[in-house]
C-alpha cells in the first residue's frame, strides 16, 4: 500500500513538473537578459524606420537622424555612456514585430502605435509613449477636396502593416464611404504612387504625412495637403519584448527621465552644474547625485549594471524631451506649441511618473 502511494506521489510530481515547463515555455522565457546581451556585445541594436523625416531616416552610411532615433542614442548612452554605440537596422512596417521576437533588434522604436492587440497578441510591451498622433489623409494642393469625407470612390495608398489600415476601414465604413485601398511595403512606392497619380490620397499618420509634405514640397516642388480629420488615436513609442522587466525598466525611464528633464529646465547645457549642485531632489535623483550633502538615492534601475548617472550621460548627449524634438520634429514643420505633445504644464499631454 505505501509503495502505491509513494508512487502516485511521484507521478503526480513529475505532471507537475512537466505542467510547470510547458506553462512557462508557453508564457515566455521569464529570465530574458536583454540587457546582458547588450552589454557582452557592447552596441545596442535599435530597429528604425529609414524614410520618414522627423522620425526616421537611415544613411546609406548606416548613420540616422530622427526623433526616434534619438531615443536610440539616449538608450546607448544610458547603457555604455556613449551616444554612438549603436547599430540600426531597418525595421518595415511588415517585418518590425518578427525582428523584435526573433532578437534581431533590442528595441523596436519606429512610429509604432500602441493597442491592445499588439500588447496581447505579439508579447510586446510599450514604453512610455513619446508622441501621441492620429491617423490622417493627405491629398494634392489642387485636388479640391477640402474633407476626407469627399473621398468616397477614391484610392488611398496606405503602408502594409500599419494600425492605419484599420483607421481608415474604421472611418469610411461608419460615414458610408467607399475607397480602394492601394497597400505598398514602403514609404518610397507611396511617394512614387501618390505623385504619378496611382492614388488620390496618402494615408498615414498625421505627423508622418507633415514629413513628406515637407519633403515633397521641398524635393518636388509638389504641394499637399493634410486634411482636418483626425481618424484614430496613435499614441506612438518604444517597444521591446515582453518577460524582460529590467530591460523594459531602463527604456521606460530613460523616456521619462527626459521629460523629468525639460519638466525641470535640466537641458544638454546646463547638465553638469545641475549635478554638481542640484537645485532639488528631484533633480537630484534625476541625475544619481545627492542632494544637500545627502546620499545618492539607489532608484535600482539597471540594478547595478548601468551607472546611477545614466541620465547625466542621456541628456549630455541628447538632451531632454524638448531638446530633441526641437531639433527633430520642429524641424520639419510639427509645432509643439498647443499640441498633444506640449509639456502638461502648458496643457499637454506629455508627462512623467516621479523618478524617486
Known amino acids: 500500500m505505501t509503495g502505491r502511494i509513494l508512487l502516485l506521489a511521484l507521478a503526480i510530481v513529475a505532471g507537475l513538473m512537466i505542467f510547470t515547463a510547458c506553462t512557462t515555455e508557453d508564457a515566455g522565457d ?11 556585445r557592447g552596441t545596442l541594436v535599435c530597429g528604425i524606420k529609414a524614410d520618414t523625416p522627423g522620425f526616421g531616416v537611415l544613411n546609406p552610411d548606416g548613420s540616422a537622424v530622427g526623433n526616434d532615433v534619438d531615443y536610440c542614442h539616449a538608450l546607448a548612452a544610458a547603457i555604455f ?4 554605440a549603436v547599430e540600426f537596422k531597418e525595421a518595415t512596417s511588415a517585418n518590425r514585430f518578427e525582428l523584435l521576437a526573433a532578437k534581431e533588434i533590442d528595441v523596436l522604436i519606429r512610429t509604432t502605435t500602441w493597442t491592445a492587440s499588439r500588447d496581447a497578441d505579439l508579447n510586446v510591451a510599450f514604453a512610455p509613449t513619446t508622441f501621441y498622433d492620429g491617423a490622417g489623409i493627405m491629398v494634392h494642393a489642387g485636388s479640391g477636396v477640402t474633407s476626407v469625407n469627399e473621398l468616397g470612390g477614391s484610392t488611398i495608398c496606405i503602408l502594409d502593416g500599419t494600425s492605419t489600415q484599420g483607421a481608415v476601414s474604421d472611418y469610411f465604413a461608419e460615414n458610408g464611404l467607399t475607397y480602394s485601398e492601394l497597400t505598398l511595403q514602403d514609404n518610397a512606392a507611396i511617394r512614387g504612387s501618390f ?3 496611382q492614388c488620390d490620397a496618402w494615408s498615414s499618420d498625421k505627423s508622418q504625412l507633415g514629413g513628406h509634405q515637407f519633403s515633397l514640397k521641398s524635393d518636388e516642388n509638389l504641394d499637399a495637403i493634410v486634411l482636418p480629420e483626425t481618424l484614430s488615436k496613435e499614441p506612438l513609442g518604444p517597444s521591446v519584448r515582453d518577460y524582460d522587466s529590467e530591460w523594459e525598466d531602463i527604456v521606460r525611464w530613460v523616456v521619462n527621465g527626459m521629460i523629468i528633464a525639460e519638466e525641470q529646465g535640466v537641458t544638454s547645457a546646463n547638465v553638469s552644474q545641475m549635478a554638481a ?3 532639488n531632489n ?3 535623483r534625476l541625475l544619481g547625485v545627492g542632494f544637500d ?3 545618492p538615492s539607489n532608484l535600482g534601475i539597471g540594478h547595478g549594471r548601468i551607472d546611477g548617472t545614466f541620465m547625466q550621460d542621456v541628456i549630455s548627449a541628447v538632451g531632454n524631451y524638448g531638446e530633441a524634438y526641437e531639433r527633430t520634429l520642429e524641424a520639419v ?3 509643439r506649441a498647443g499640441s498633444l505633445n506640449d509639456s502638461y504644464v502648458n496643457g499637454g499631454l506629455i508627462y512623467a511618473p516621479p523618478m524617486r
Request: glycine fraction near 24%.
Open 282 to 284: 528631484t533633480v537630484a
Open 81 to 84: 555612456g556613449d551616444a554612438n
Open 30 to 40: 521569464p529570465r530574458e537578459d536583454t540587457l546582458g546581451v547588450i552589454l557582452d
Open 277 to 279: 549642485n542640484p537645485p
Open 195 to 197: 505623385i504619378g497619380g
Open 333 to 335: 514643420g510639427l509645432t
Open 293 to 295: 550633502g545627502g546620499a
